[in-house]
């Protein structure tokens, strides 16, 4: 359960009771801003927003195919914008054979007649606009499918035609030029090239694909790919959308010369962008800055400012700044967080470098703990041999009351809401994940954070299709969904949903939290405290047994049972105190 407070006072700062219980103090020169005060002139709404990522298929179906659907994410806003988000991130849309479940794109403008068509779309910015509710799509600029007109014309086309420099194709190495160009391998397993068959039936050139064959890489040294998606973003920013989050950001550029690698396997064995010679080349910068200012241009005219955020994997923050430098990317994912143990130390040094080389640039960090990448936290929280005890869910609510209180913005996966766990079951044969495909390999594969969201009743489909007695989700949800569907989670005040929404709803009221400054507190072993603003102390105790607390009054809110004086273990609280300096 978690603690609620009495009322709310969005610009009265309440006051904790007297008597601290651990000296509220910061070593000398450990107050980190989160502020570029060149930049900042006046609010915007990006820089402190907590996004929701809906991932479409999964989130609700309304006609009854098992798949979830703009008309789905159109019914889901009310109960979105009771959450208490700012706005709305959707998966891919477009037409697409789905091998990477949208991931690769046939055609950019237009959308898929599994999802609905583009009146539907309309309608869904119609409703969120009306209540108030930013929507930004996914853009997929570093490769698209195999079936986009593009690539059926580089088929039919000779080697060295203008449609094949749309391409990295190349010819072989060795006799016959049956050995790849060079020794990449993709991230989901095998090599990065795949031979075609030329017109006249001959084994021909090999064209390049970080991730499936089914998803070639697009040349962007070639002039018309970004002469494509310059339309491709005016086509959707005519139709009223917030802004685009932007799928592998630092790809895009090949090093010109496509040399092997000295550890060729590295983003297959990593499952990410760690190969220096295919990510993150310096001219990629060149096309984010162009990106901004078509943005600009679309905000000079009506005054509604457009994000763009990047899923960017780089392997340092000072590295990762340089995508959100002020003529740049607005915003990028840092994925620090997501990756750290449990572990208090960890989460101080990812957030304090972070603060440092981020915020450096005038931008805000981006936080995120879940995705539809990754397992989700309850299970990646869990411990070996502690199954049923639920510290993996305790762990993932405090994480989350810490996520809300830093100061930027946020990302929530949808079922976060809900304290999904991780559906580690499946069988086999209803494995959608190409990299389970390409490999046989169950490792990392991403199926069980994508299962089909539980909304209501006891049995699968649990609410998430309106189909037919009997109609199946496109993944299987398990039995016991039933414990976290929505309708139960709204009716317990103790469930995770209301976590967040309180989270929220303070994030929102109180002038502390959201953008800012943070400074950290001394504070016992595994212990990680800080205070926001004027007085606003958030606290998380990343070990199990209990220790005083940092406030001596009640917390405004926690993330479990959180008695006054003590801080529980795996548990975070919020206070408000006026005795946070020396």
Excluded at 217 to 237: C, S, Y
Excluded at 309 to 317: D, N, Q, R, W
Excluded at 560 to 568: A, D, F, Q, T
Aim: charged residues 20%; aromatic residues 10%.
């Amino acid at each position: 359960m978690h603690n609620r407070w009495p009322s709310l006072r969005p610009r009265t700062p309440l006051r904790a009771e007297t008597g601290q219980r651990v000296t509220l103090t910061a070593p000398a020169g450990d107050g980190l801003t989160h502020r570029g005060a060149d930049r900042l002139t006046q609010h915007h709404w990006w820089r402190d927003a907590v996004i929701y990522q809906v991932y479409v298929r999964s989130f609700l179906d309304s006609t009854g195919d098992g798949i979830g659907d703009l008309a789905g994410v159109r019914a889901g806003l009310p109960y979105l914008k009771k959450l208490g988000v700012d706005g709305i991130w959707l998966s891919p849309f477009y037409p697409s054979p789905q091998h990477d479940h949208g991931y690769d794109v046939a055609d950019y403008c237009d959308v898929d007649p599994v999802f609905g068509d583009l009146t539907e779309f309309g309608l869904l910015i119609a409703d969120a606009q009306r209540l108030g509710v930013k929507v930004l799509l996914d853009i997929v600029p570093n490769h698209c499918s195999s079936e986009h007109a593009w690539f059926r014309e580089a088929l039919a086309s000779p080697p060295g035609s203008e449609a094949r420099a749309r391409f990295h194709f190349a010819e072989g190495r060795g006799p016959g030029g049956d050995v790849p160009p060079n020794n990449w391998h993709a991230m989901f397993g095998g090599p990065a090239w795949s031979r075609v068959t030329e017109p006249d039936g001959t084994p021909g050139q090999w064209y390049l694909h970080m991730f499936t064959p089914e998803q070639p890489d697009l040349n962007w040294r070639n002039p018309e790919t970004a002469a494509h998606f310059d339309h491709v973003l005016r086509f959707w920013l005519d139709r009223g959308v917030d802004g685009f989050r932007i799928d592998v950001a630092a790809g895009l550029f090949k090093h010109p010369e496509l040399p092997d690698s000295s550890d060729p396997e590295a983003d297959a064995r990593t499952r990410d962008s760690v190969n220096p010679l295919a990510w993150n080349q310096p001219e990629v910068h060149d096309v984010w800055r162009h990106w901004r200012s078509v943005c600009e241009e679309y905000t000079a005219r009506d005054g509604r400012e457009r994000l763009l955020v990047g899923e960017v994997s780089v392997p340092t923050a000072r590295e990762h700044a340089r995508y959100v430098r002020p003529d740049e990317l607005h915003q990028a994912f840092f994925f620090d967080l997501l990756g750290a143990p449990w572990d208090a130390g960890t989460f101080r040094t990812v957030i304090s470098e972070a603060m440092q080389d981020i915020a450096g640039t005038g931008s805000t960090v981006t936080w995120v703990l879940n995705n539809h990448d990754q397992v989700r936290t309850v299970t990646r929280y869990g411990e070996s041999g502690t199954e049923g005890s639920g510290l993996g869910a305790a762990r993932a609510r405090a994480a989350a009351l810490l996520m809300l209180a830093l100061p930027g913005a946020a990302y929530i996966y949808q079922g976060e809401e809900l304290g999904l766990p991780e559906v580690v079951d499946l069988p086999d044969e209803v494995l959608t994940d190409p990299i389970f495909r390409r490999t046989g390999s169950r490792a990392r594969i991403r199926d069980g954070c994508r299962v089909p969201l539980p909304w209501s009743g006891h049995a699968s489909p649990f609410g998430f299709t309106s189909g037919a007695e009997g109609a199946k989700p496109w993944l299987p949800q398990p039995g016991w969904f039933a414990e976290h569907a929505t309708d139960r989670a709204l009716a317990d005040t103790r469930s995770f949903w209301h976590l967040y929404r309180d989270g929220l709803q303070l994030r929102r009221g109180l002038p502390q939290l959201g953008e800012g400054t943070l400074r950290w507190l001394d504070s016992v072993p595994g212990v990680l405290a800080f205070v926001r603003g004027d007085g606003l102390v958030c606290a998380v105790n990343f070990g199990t047994a209990p220790v005083p607390a940092p406030v001596s009054g009640a917390p405004l809110l926690s993330s479990g049972p959180c008695p006054i004086g003590v801080l529980p273990g795996s548990t975070a609280a919020w206070w408000i105190s006026d005795r946070t300096t020396p």
